[in-house]
């Protein structure tokens, strides 16, 4: 596989995700007919395109912000970025295992680690929740400023 730099680690782990999953949906038959063939499957891989594609965005926004000047800006797009970017690679990695079925929950293959792995990123540095605290106290502030009296 072939990764141009910079991205961040998650937005690296659901790309990874996703050429596994496209590789695996492309090769596995059921019922006659390929995975990648049924429409359900093409809808799981949109969403995890999607999903990809904007944390990913949100991602190259919070690095845009840090060279800016700023300092509330910049903290509140790096946990838009954290947040977003963690939830994005837990739903990519429960959707991968999903789409591997039986041997997706296997040591077998990297999957499962990958997936244990992705969860604790809504834990460290910095949890979802504390992400949130600072996405939401940000958009009060946005709003307050808006609606201050001149
Ligand atoms: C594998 C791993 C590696 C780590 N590596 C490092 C490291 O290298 N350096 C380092 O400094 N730390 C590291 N940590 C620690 C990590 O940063 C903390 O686990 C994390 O900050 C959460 O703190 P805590 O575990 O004490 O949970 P707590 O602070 O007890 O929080 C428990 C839960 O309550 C929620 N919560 C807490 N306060 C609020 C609030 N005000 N509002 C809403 N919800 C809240 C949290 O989001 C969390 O879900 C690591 C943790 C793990 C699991």
Redesign the pocket.
């Known amino acids: 596989m072939h990764f141009e730099l910079p991205d961040d680690l998650r937005i690296l782990q659901g790309r990874v995700l996703l050429d596994y999953a496209l590789e695996h949906v492309s090769a596995r038959e059921t019922f006659g007919r390929k995975l990648r063939d049924h429409q359900g499957i093409e809808w799981q891989i949109a969403d995890m395109a999607s999903a990809l594609h904007a944390a990913r965005l949100v991602a190259y926004e919070a690095a845009w912000c840090y060279d800016q000047g700023d300092a509330a800006a910049r903290t509140a797009a790096a946990a838009l970025s954290k947040y977003t970017g963690a939830d994005m690679v837990q739903r990519v990695a429960d959707m991968t295992m999903q789409m591997f079925g039986g041997a997706g929950y296997s040591r077998d293959l990297p999957i499962e680690r990958i997936w244990r792995e992705t969860r604790?990123v809504r834990?460290?540095?910095?949890?979802?929740?504390?992400m949130r605290?600072i996405i939401a106290r940000d958009a009060f502030r946005r709003h307050d400023r808006w609606n201050a009296p001149i």
């Open positions: 604790v834990i460290l540095d910095g949890t979802s929740e504390i605290q």
